[in-house]
């Protein structure tokens, strides 16, 4: 049980029932928190708003963005989007992306995404400034029972994107995107490297030359 209602640890895993998770994430305290619910436990993290962590989400939703224009890939990015299955699931990813096929599957005037419903994101991204260990073990570990095809981790502090194809629920290091054929993750992880010391533009133009070679 939540031995404090309407107030919950932040940035660690509580148990809890599905019912106990709602009022708490509910709670107008929480009202720019992400929240995560995933066997019996629940996680509140506050909106990352620092310089660091918000410069990688924009720039590896630029990259994402770009080679899939490129290469003429269908693509939906969803910020910060909900998704539930209700008593079993909740998830808040930073970005999400709905590839090809499944790229209008989720309609407008969508709110919290129903995963008993529409299908989960192929691709789901998490950017760690403070929460690296979480997102590389039990968010991991839920990502793989929620059946996500691909999993990247954006490691601000090693400047660096860890990403994993999911299957048979598991999960194992890549070096090249699956859903997003082509796309070479040391690509993405010079991208960050050069962001420390060039602005977005320059990195930009920079990504642009890099995917019209792998054209």
């Known amino acids: 049980m939540v031995t404090t209602p309407g107030l919950s640890k932040i940035n660690t895993w509580v148990s809890a029932n599905w019912d106990e998770y709602l009022e708490n994430i509910n709670n107008p305290i929480y009202e720019k928190a992400k929240g995560y619910y995933h066997k019996g436990e629940y996680r ?9 962590h918000s410069r990688d989400h924009s720039i590896i939703t630029h990259a994402v963005y770009l080679f899939a224009t490129i290469n003429n890939i269908s693509l939906n990015i969803q910020d910060n989007c909900s998704y539930r299955k209700p ?5 808040q990813p930073d970005l999400s992306c709905y590839i090809k096929d499944n ?18 994101p192929d691709l789901v991204i998490e950017v760690s400034n403070t929460s690296l260990s ?4 039990q968010k991991r570990l839920l990502y793989e029972d929620l059946g996500i095809a ?6 601000v502090q090693n400047v660096r994107i860890i990403a994993f194809k999911i299957e048979n629920e598991g999960s194992k290091r890549i070096q090249q995107s699956q859903v997003l054929p082509g796309l070479e993750i040391k690509i993405l992880t010079e991208a960050l490297q050069r962001s420390r010391n060039s602005n977005h533009t320059e990195v930009s133009s920079w990504l642009l030359q890099q995917f019209q070679k792998l054209g």
């Open 103 to 120: 790229a209008n599957v989720i309609p407008w005037g969508t709110g919290i995404v129903d995963l008993s419903e529409y299908p989960a």
């Open 134 to 137: 979480d997102d590389l073990g």
């Open 150 to 155: 691909e999993y990247w981790i954006v490691d």
């Open 87 to 91: 008593g079993i699931f909740e998830i």
């Open 44 to 52: 509140i993290e506050m909106t990352p708003i620092g310089n660091d």
